[in-house]
Every structure is written in structure tokens, then in C-alpha cells.
């Protein structure tokens, strides 16, 4: 049984062996050193430690031509290496994106996917409390069964923003029928905005209205665990969690913290700031992490919209890598099919008609699927109207998009927008066009 770790983009300098650089990868990741021989250690502990040592020592497999300058490797480690049931998660991440990712020899490196082997190693990840499946049957009233995807409100601005602000917005998307209204990853607990009393006031607002609030509760362990236990004494469903911030082991003891003091009823939706600059992680590493460590719902990357309107590009190319997240995340595990969904988020500003066309493309080229967010924030509060308005129109705009003749399509219209929005240059895909591109 083994702990399998895969490398790609692999590359060395000039002057650096390409094997030699693994195999010192190798050695640091369960030795701790480059250095091969430990013979003051050995003189130590005896002869036959060695003989011990050297099993902890994981396996490079070279997964392209085979040979020693593949891009494409793997480190195969022995599973008796971690205990996830005693130690954190973020070990685990040190010990194969630590140091030995920042050898000097090594120019490139992403850390791109992990494999467990061994099933036992899957029952110290709690995975998603609440999943897909029920977020769509009764977690979120404002869907009303319609089948869609979810719509959420990012507010902004993220600083300066009082209680009473937030409030006013809230009620303002509650009215234009928003799924969820969510803190800012950067709305912590900024002195305009407390987070104990804006907790109590909206927990009020909550039990009276159907739009969910989600509260962010990003810190150390020990302050999350206890903004947590905050929120549930007022009543909130969901919590946000910034997990590059606060770490995999966070995540996934506030995930343990909700199974087992609070029934699996609360949510947690969690955003990977920066994600290209932590440890040479993949997003897809990220994510999969994620959902064993709790995620019910997590941005997982949006299309490249230049590429398509700005550089001529083919509209699949740039969707197709987001449908693929949203299959790794909502795809059953096989050897662990306890393990829930993950519901995968779309960042929108702007336009509106972006998310009109991503919605209609799924529909026409991926067998109806609609089952991911639109997480929109400049984009409601930067629209030409207040915050009801707006609201109500990225909805209606989805909505068209999700129930609209998918073969003889018509844009929805916005031309009652259309001129002001061209003024703080934001420009319309035609949506039309691109489904028949």
C-alpha cells in the first residue's frame, strides 16, 4: 500500500542530472537529507537501522518515455510514512511540496495530483458534510427545485463596509432572490465590521429570510473552531474558509467540528487565494485536497475569457478545463464512496452574459449539467442599479440561460443596461453565436 505523489513539469538546469535531482528529492522527502550515508547516526543506533531506514524511502517512476528526464514523475511512498489520523494534513503537504520542491538544481516543478492505495487512509478525511445533492434539495430555498446553478453575492467592497452596509445589502439580495451572500475572503473581522455583532445581527436577519449567509471564519484552527461555534449559536448554515490561509488541517477539523457537534447542518465553502504561488501545488491538487478535508462547495477556476474574446480562441477550449474540475470534484471516489460532492464555484464579474454563455454551453455540449455557482461580486455591486436589481438580473439572466431553447437560442436581453455598461467597459458575449461557433 502506498501514497503516490505526481510530479509534472519537471525541469532542471543547464549544469544539474535530471535523475540525480530526483533521487535527491527522494532522499530528502523521507530522509531529510541529501546526504547518503548517516554513518554517525548509524554508529548510534546500529548497523541494522540503515537496513530500516532506507524502506521509508519512496520510489521514482519516470510516466512519460520512461526515461530520467521525464517532465512527468511520480514519488511513490510507503503509506506506513503518514498517520493523517494523528498528524496534520499540512505534514503531509510539507513533506511533498517542502523543501524539495525548492531544490536549486530544479527550474520548474508542479505538484500536480496525489493517489492513496490504501482505503484505511481515506477514514481520517471527513469529505463534505452537505454535498451536492442536498445543497439542490432543500438547503438553499431560494432554488425552489428550479434546476440551475447557484448564484451567489461576493459583497464589495471587502474594507470600509459597516454592519449596517452589509445589512441593507443582505435584505437587497434576499429580495432579488440570491442564493447565498458571502463575506469577502478579506472581511474577517475589520473594525467597521465586527464579526461577533455583524454575526448576531444578520444570524437574526437569517431565521426570517431564505437567501443563505455565509460567514467567514478564516484564522488559526483554534480562532475558526471558535467563530464556528459562534456562528452555530446564531443559527448560520454556512461558514467560508480561506484554506491556503488558514491550511488543510483547519479545514478539515472545522468539517470534523460541524459531523460531530452540529449533525453535518452546516456548509462550508472555501476559496484557495493565490493558489499558484502556494508550494507549486496544482489547482487540482488543491481541490481534491479540499474535498477530503471537508469542502461542500469551492472556486475551482474560471474560463479564460481573453483567450476566447480578446485572441480568436475556440470557446471549448477555454470552458472545457473548468467542466473537468467540476468532474473531479462531483465524481464518486470508488474506494471511498462515502465521500460527497463537492459543488465547484465560477468567479463572474462583469458581464453578465459570461455566465449566460457558460450556462448555455453546458447545457448543449455536457448532457444538461448545471449543478456548480456563479460566485459574483464587482459584478453586482459594480452594475448599473442597486443591489435587488442587479441581483434579479444575473438571476433572470441564468434562468433564461437554463431553461431557453438550447438549438434556436435567443439572448437575453439586456438592453436596457447595455450602453452603461459599455461605459465602465463591460462588453457582451453573444451568447447566441458562441453555441452555434
Keep these: 500500500m502506498s501514497v503516490e505523489i505526481i510530479y509534472t513539469n519537471f525541469a532542471v538546469s543547464k549544469e544539474s542530472d535530471s535523475i540525480l535531482t530526483k533521487k535527491l528529492m527522494a532522499r530528502d522527502a523521507s530522509w531529510g537529507t541529501h546526504i547518503i550515508t548517516l554513518a554517525a547516526a ?7 537501522s540503515h537496513d530500516h531506514w532506507i524502506t521509508t524511502e519512496p520510489t521514482i517512476t519516470n510516466k512519460g518515455t520512461g526515461k530520467a528526464d521525464d517532465s512527468h514523475f511520480s514519488l511513490t511512498f ?3 510514512n503518514f498517520d493523517f489520523s494523528r498528524e496534520s494534513v499540512d505534514h503531509f503537504i510539507g513533506t511533498v511540496a517542502g523543501d524539495i520542491v525548492l531544490n536549486p538544481s530544479i527550474d520548474s516543478i508542479e505538484v500536480r495530483d496525489f493517489n492513496f492505495t490504501n482505503p484505511k487512509l481515506y477514514d481520517a478525511f471527513p469529505g463534505p458534510n452537505i454535498g451536492i445533492d442536498t445543497l439542490y434539495s432543500g438547503f438553499l430555498p431560494t432554488l425552489n427545485g428550479v434546476m440551475r446553478p447557484i448564484v451567489a453575492f461576493t459583497v464589495k ?3 470600509g463596509i459597516t454592519i449596517d452596509d452589509l445589512s441593507k445589502m443582505y435584505q ?3 429580495d432579488a432572490g440570491i442564493d447565498i451572500i458571502e463575506d469577502d475572503e478579506r472581511l474577517i473581522d475589520p473594525p467597521s465590521c465586527r464579526f461577533d455583532e455583524r454575526v448576531r445581527k444578520l444570524g437574526v436577519m437569517q431565521k426570517k429570510i431564505d437567501t443563505v449567509y455565509s460567514v467567514n471564519i478564516t484564522g488559526d484552527s483554534q480562532d475558526a473552531l471558535k467563530k464556528l461555534d459562534h456562528c452555530a449559536d446564531q443559527g448560520i448554515k454556512m461558514v467560508k474558509l480561506d484554506v491556503l490561509v488558514s491550511g488543510f488541517e483547519t479545514l478539515r477539523k472545522v468539517a470534523k467540528r460541524i459531523k460531530e457537534n452540529y449533525n453535518s447542518q452546516i456548509a462550508i465553502t472555501v476559496y484557495p487565494d493565490a493558489y499558484g504561488a502556494y508550494r507549486k501545488l496544482s489547482r487540482e491538487f488543491i481541490l481534491k485536497l479540499s474535498r477530503l478535508c471537508g469542502a461542500d462547495i469551492i472556486y475551482a477556476g474560471s474560463p479564460n475569457w ?4 480578446k485572441e480568436g480562441g475556440n470557446l ?3 470552458i472545457e478545463p473548468v467542466f473537468q474540475r467540476h468532474r473531479l470534484l462531483s465524481d464518486n471516489i470508488e474506494s471511498v464512496p462515502r465521500i460527497k460532492s463537492t459543488l465547484c464555484t465560477i468567479t463572474n464579474d462583469q458581464h453578465p452574459s459570461r455566465a449566460e454563455m457558460l450556462t448555455a454551453y453546458f447545457r448543449k455540449n455536457k448532457d444538461d449539467h448545471y449543478q456548480y455557482a456563479f460566485f459574483v461580486g464587482g ?3 459594480g452594475f448599473p442599479a442597486d443591489i435587488k436589481i442587479a441581483g434579479r438580473t444575473w438571476i433572470d439572466c441564468i434562468s433564461h440561460a437554463a431553461t431557453q431553447d438550447i438549438n434556436n437560442y435567443v439572448n437575453y436581453d439586456l438592453s436596457k443596461y447595455e450602453e452603461q ?3 465602465i467597459n463591460w462588453h457582451r458575449i453573444d451568447v447566441q453565436k458562441g453555441l452555434n461557433d
Design 172 to 174: 437587497a439580495a434576499s
Design 316 to 318: 471549448r477550449d477555454a
Design 421 to 423: 455598461m459599455k461605459k
Design 379 to 381: 459584478g453586482i455591486s
Design 157 to 159: 467592497p471587502r474594507f
Design 306 to 309: 481573453a483567450r476566447y474574446e
Design 78 to 80: 510507503p503509506d506506513t
Design 42 to 48: 548509524e554508529a548510534t543506533c546500529g548497523a541494522k
